[in-house]
């Protein structure tokens, strides 16, 4: 059996151990929120819902007045699309903040060019594409 003096000893040799197991605690406390305040933060800054890009050839010269159509992929399986066309620099963009997998497909003169689904880490997360298409366009 222990004593009581030597169970206060162990008792207080225990107390830096406590101090060092709740500074620990602590610290991983503090790491804990500032990192999902960070990713919050990110969130924040990055939601728009801005689905940008650039379609170019295999030379990297932009593509103009190719048709980009959006396929929204929801989970009910009812597809929702919407197109546009590239600009003079190959550029398109969409915006919807409500999806979270899309399909786009880029079609020259009626001819699917390229297919490809994307998948977003949170709805209305931004983003950019850079398309390139095997073939040169003239």
Do not use: W
Not at 34 to 42: E, R
Not at 45 to 57: H, L, R, Y
Request: hydrophobic share 35%; aromatic share 6%; glycine share 6%.
């Amino acid at each position: 059996m222990i004593k009581k003096e030597e169970f206060r000893q162990l008792i207080r040799q225990s107390e830096p151990h406590k101090k060092l197991l709740f500074n620990k605690l602590t610290y991983t406390i503090v790491i804990v929120l500032v990192l999902s305040a960070g990713a919050q933060a990110y969130v924040a800054q990055n939601n728009d819902g801005q689905i940008s890009g650039t379609v170019v050839d295999q030379n990297g010269d932009p593509i103009e007045d190719a048709t980009i159509q959006m396929d929204v992929i929801p989970l009910s399986g009812v597809t929702d699309s919407e197109s546009t066309t590239t600009n003079a620099q190959g550029e398109f963009e969409f915006t919807r903040e409500d999806i979270l997998e899309f399909r786009i497909t880029v079609l020259i003169n009626a001819e699917e060019k390229h297919t490809k689904e994307h998948h977003l880490l949170f709805r209305g997360q931004n983003t950019e594409l850079q398309i390139e298409l095997d073939t040169t366009i003239d």
